[in-house]
């Protein structure tokens, strides 16, 4: 299955959830493969660490990247698109990445013109499948159970391919009024996407890389990076996720039901995804997380000693490491259960 964390709108925590969701569903015995497709590549350093200038540079390593991985069909080379060996987790052997690349963006131009022009040069026909080939193959080496792709905050082409080749989206907000209005744009923009890529579909189904015939459906929603007082979210908080959530009922739902975006009923009535669409609300980390990226593992994975606290800090820390472990423990388990009925 390929999950895909969307939002347009920055600072959302795409690339941490995407980071933590994928190593709990390693934990619980799936092979996940990370896709790293922003070009700040902050998802491939925090899984490489000290690592991440010697990849780049190394003969071996420097083209397993996801820009790399097409440019045969960007460049027009007579090559056929491969699949490699990507990096395995250290830490957790079911966890692997297709490291990003900085210049992924200068494959935008090429991509958007094949994309949306109906008479598309021949030497472009390969390009809008060239993604799906690559992870396709990817995924057959390294033996995957899922895919996760980690992408900036944009609308631009390659976001538009990578979400047309899921199975499965999950849109991940903050409460505040920026994520509303993200809300209210999702709402049109991601249907015309679905619908694009239909006839893409059609249009590419003869090219050396055919456009796949895949249906992404909306997994749910996440909110995420509020504070907490008395267990419970500051009223700030809870009254903007109460609008985020009325949105998402009224304008996003529907928009989606019309477009065949959702999942089947059973998901929601069954009690897998709540009834509000909303499959988890992830507190900030705050100081847990910078020792999370200092070591890189999630918060939930760090040991006593990366905690580095003694005392009554330490027991706090604790504590705040068990909660977010329930909590995604619970997210992954809501992800298998969807791939087990997915239709």
């Not at 920055?10 to 996940?32: D, I, P, Q």
């Not at 200038?53 to 097409?70: H, R």
């Not at 330490?314 to 239709?343: C, G, P």
Request: charged content about 20%; overall charge negative; hydrophobic content about 40%.
């Amino acid at each position: 299955m390929r999950i895909i964390l969307f939002n347009h709108k920055g600072g959302v925590s795409k690339t941490t959830t995407s980071f933590n969701l994928g190593w709990k569903l390693a934990e619980l015995g799936k092979r996940v493969l990370l896709v790293d497709a922003d070009p700040q590549c902050n998802l491939t350093g925090l899984m490489l660490q000290n690592d991440f200038d010697e990849y780049y540079i190394e003969e071996a390593t420097k083209s397993n990247n996801l820009k790399d991985g097409v440019s045969s069909a960007f460049e027009s080379k007579p090559e056929a698109i491969i699949g490699f060996d990507c990096v395995q987790s250290s830490k957790n052997e079911n966890l692997f990445l297709l490291p990003g690349h900085p210049n992924l963006t200068e494959l935008e131009p090429q991509l958007s013109f094949a994309q949306n022009s109906n008479n598309a040069f021949s030497t472009m026909q390969n390009l809008p499948g060239s993604f799906n080939a690559l992870i396709d193959l990817i995924v057959e080496k390294n033996q995957i159970d899922f895919v996760i792709f980690d992408v900036n905050p944009g609308l631009g082409a390659i976001n538009q391919n990578l979400f047309s080749i899921s199975d499965l989206f999950i849109i991940p907000t903050n409460p505040d009024p920026f994520s509303l209005m993200a809300i209210n744009t999702l709402s049109t923009v991601l249907p015309r996407w679905t619908k694009h890529a239909v006839q893409m579909q059609g249009m590419f189904a003869d090219s050396s890389y055919p456009f796949p015939v895949r249906s992404p459906k909306l997994g749910g929603l996440l909110i995420q990076r509020f504070n907490i007082r008395n267990g419970k979210p500051n009223k700030p908080f809870r009254d903007n996720m109460n609008e985020i959530l009325k949105a998402v009922s009224e304008k996003l739902v529907p928009a989606f039901q019309q477009n065949q975006m959702l999942l089947s009923d059973e998901m929601y009535t069954d009690g897998v995804i709540p009834k509000d669409y909303c499959l988890a609300e992830i507190p900030d980390f705050q100081s847990l997380l910078q020792k999370s990226n200092e070591v890189g593992v999630p918060v939930f994975a760090l040991t006593d000693s990366e905690i580095n606290y003694k005392g009554k800090v330490l027991e706090q820390m604790q504590d705040k490491r068990e909660d977010f472990n329930r909590l995604f423990i619970s997210l992954a388990e809501q992800i298998l259960h969807i791939k087990e009925n997915y239709v």
